[in-house]
């Protein structure tokens, strides 16, 4: 028996509403008319592009291979900008920029376009050219996009790297990428305080070997900072000598737009690379699709980091291209109140926002008061994306944020896919709290076991994608070995996106977590993302990480660390442990109940907010705690460690 199969306690189905369908700008018939003629589809998404010159051909698949639109030229930043000027779109908002401080600005798409004509010139005057590649280690300012664009409309390859990142991180990546320029801020500010960004650039560049040989600076926070004349040039004074004119030029449609770098389940990040037509049809199409996009009308708030493939898709790329008006937001959701996000939203008005289930979970421990401070009214879709989102915490973001009105999209992707894959549509799918549902038209995902069987409904597995899609990763840079190994060796010629998937009874795709964080319990699967779910739908659960530990007798024994909810009256101690785990049995089964339950403060995340599972098995295995630099806060394990050493209690 597998867990995979008696998974059946998420019931809950809520029908779109019949006003959102109405306006909505997806049809339903949208899934047969990609069914019908999956490329005639994606060929039509790609003509709500600007293409300098069309296509030849819509796809040439040499597997694991893919050219989309072959032969066609366009420009990436012609496509986000000129176009909407030269349609009369220019006075439209482009971004409405908050900074922690509390600094703002409002900028037009006619705005951004100079700026970024202006920064394409002083690439141009660096002698950057096309395929030259331009590491990018900025603060989640509007500079961040300008500079990703300014790039794009010259043809340089932008890498852009966290501005979280080490020294260390970033020298790796622009190692391996091979970049001549840097484009970096003195700093940026984050929880109240200012941070340097330049003086980690320093440090990285004085590794070798390196080819960049200049580094332009945006000063944002206005901090002192070591400058070296013959490499370091601030980015201000090199824009505004330049002239606002610049003609963009066509580009081949496999024109690599950027690399972007993700951790591997083992060595050194791996280069993601993505071209220019493919990935841009499917990010604006998807964002058109799954946000219900109204440019005229809506303001939309993604607030992942520039630094992430989110940030790429649904900050820079989809939501300019489809002429949107946009939140960014510099700091963190604490600073300087837990309110902050809901502040912003009464504040701009903001009608889709998306955003992560870290986040959720977190503002569900932090109590109803912050989102209850605020007028959410203008709030009509919300998003999730970045891990399995718990049914109790998409409950709770439907309730509480969206006011029971908004439709919430689940949205699973990679940054190897480029763009959302698996998701509802609004106004069109009935969802399930928990599951993404089904794959878009136009992508087709399946569930296969370990024999690349696919299975029926009902059923769990591993989730493939068996077609190639516009905006599929085009390779990992500088290792076409590695790219086929990763992704297309285990399941022969289907790509393999390395996480476990159930289909339910009704064939909604239930994304379980990556698959090295499927536990093997008496020889019974159980995924740690339902066991999270199942302690994260108790009443004094805010947050739950669930690892797999050895035993001796089960092979892995389950093991939570939970983080309890604020403002809930809860029981104590043993009471609440052993309560905890019946809740588990109950929801799952008695094969899931964990072993041992811990009560943390804190869990130990990435900082794009993943739980790093693996430093919490060297807990419960009792192992010194392994490599942590990449936490968001090193701090965090040491926390857990000592909390631990009083209050460890098994029975
Ligand atoms: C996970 C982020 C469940 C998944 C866009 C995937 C999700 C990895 C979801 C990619 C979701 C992302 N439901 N799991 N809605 N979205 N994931 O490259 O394990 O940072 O393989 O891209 O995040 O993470 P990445």
New binding site residues.
């Given amino acids: 028996m597998s867990s995979f199969e008696n998974l059946s306690y998420e019931e809950r189905t809520f029908a779109p509403l019949p006003e959102f369908t109405a306006q909505a700008n997806a049809q339903a018939s949208i899934y047969d008319e990609a069914a019908t003629d999956r490329l005639a589809f994606w060929a039509k998404q790609a003509e709500a592009l600007h293409w300098g010159k069309k296509w030849d051909q819509v796809l040439d698949w040499q597997p694991p291979f893919a050219k989309w639109f072959v032969g066609g030229k366009l420009n990436a930043s012609f496509n986000a900008l000129d176009r909407h000027v030269e349609e009369g779109r220019g006075d439209r908002v482009a971004i409405y920029f908050e900074g922690e401080p509390g600094d703002s600005r409002a900028i037009t798409y006619s705005q951004l376009l100079s700026e970024v004509k202006r920064a394409a010139n002083a690439l141009i005057e660096l002698g950057i050219k096309d395929g030259d590649r331009v590491a990018i280690y900025l603060p989640m300012i509007p500079e961040a996009a300008v500079a990703m664009l300014a790039c794009a409309r010259i043809g340089a390859i932008h890498s852009v790297v966290f501005g979280g990142f080490s020294a260390d991180s970033l020298i790796t990546r622009i190692q391996d990428a091979d970049a001549s320029l840097v484009i970096t801020a003195d700093g940026g500010f984050r929880k109240g305080a200012a941070f340097g960004l330049k003086s980690i650039v320093d440090e990285a560049l004085a590794s070798e070997p390196n080819n960049v040989s200049k580094v332009l600076v945006v000063k944002r926070t206005g901090q002192p900072v070591a400058w070296k004349n013959d490499r370091d040039i601030w980015w201000n004074e090199a824009l505004e000598r330049q002239s606002p004119e610049h003609t963009a030029e066509f580009f081949d449609s496999e024109h690599p737009l950027f690399i972007l770098y ?1 951790s591997g389940t083992t060595g050194k990040p791996k280069g993601i690379f993505h071209t220019t037509g493919g990935y841009l049809t499917q990010a604006a199409f998807t964002h058109r699709m799954v946000f219900d996009i109204k440019p005229e009308s809506d303001v939309y708030w993604c607030t992942a980091d520039i630094g ?3 940030g790429h898709s649904y900050v820079v790329y989809g939501p300019l291209i489809n002429g949107a008006t946009q939140v960014m937001y510099e700091g963190t959701p604490d600073t300087p109140t837990k309110g902050r996000i809901f502040e912003l939203i009464e504040k701009y008005k903001v009608s889709i926002l998306y955003t992560a ?1 870290t986040l959720i979970r977190t503002w569900m421990k932090w109590g109803e008061e912050f989102p209850k401070g605020s007028d959410l009214s203008s709030l009509r879709l919300l998003g ?6 718990n049914p109790e915490a998409w409950i709770w973001y439907r309730d509480v944020i969206g006011g029971g009105r908004c439709p919430i999209v ?8 480029g763009a959302i894959m ?2 509802p549509l609004p106004g069109i799918t009935a969802t399930k709290p928990g599951s ?1 549902m089904r794959a878009l038209p136009g992508i087709s995902a399946k569930v296969v076991n370990d024999e690349a069987e696919i299975l029926g409904n009902g059923s769990g597995g591993y989730l493939v994608l068996t077609e190639p899609w516009p905006s599929m990763l085009r390779g990992i840079w500088g290792s076409e070995e590695r790219y086929r190994e990763t992704y297309w060796s285990r399941f022969d010629g289907k790509y393999f ?3 476990g998937a159930k289909l339910d009874e009704d064939g909604a795709i239930w ?1 379980l ?2 698959v090295d964080d499927v536990m093997l319990v008496s020889g019974h699967n159980i995924s740690t ?1 339902e066991v999270e779910s199942a302690l994260v739908s108790h009443p004094n659960v805010a947050e739950a990480a669930v690892v797999g530990a050895k035993d001796e007798t089960t092979g892995q024994a389950i093991v939570a660390f939970v983080i309890l909810r604020g403002g809930v009256p809860s029981i104590g101690g043993d009471e609440l442990i052993k309560e905890l785990k019946g809740h588990v049995a109950k929801h799952i089964g008695a094969i899931a109940r964990p072993k041992q339950i811990l009560v943390v403060n804190e869990l130990p995340k990435t900082r ?1 907010g ?1 739980i790093m599972r693996r430093l919490l098995r060297d807990v419960a295995e009792n192992r010194a705690v392994g490599d942590s630099t990449t936490l968001a806060d090193p701090n965090v394990m040491k926390l857990i460690q000592s909390g631990l050493a009083t209050s460890k209690s098994d029975d």
């Fill in positions: 993700t992430w493939i989110t289930p999730s994306v970045g891990e399995p989102i689940d949205t699973w992707w990679q940054t190897e896919t698996i998701s993404a996106a390395g996480d994304l977590g990556r993302t794009s993943k």
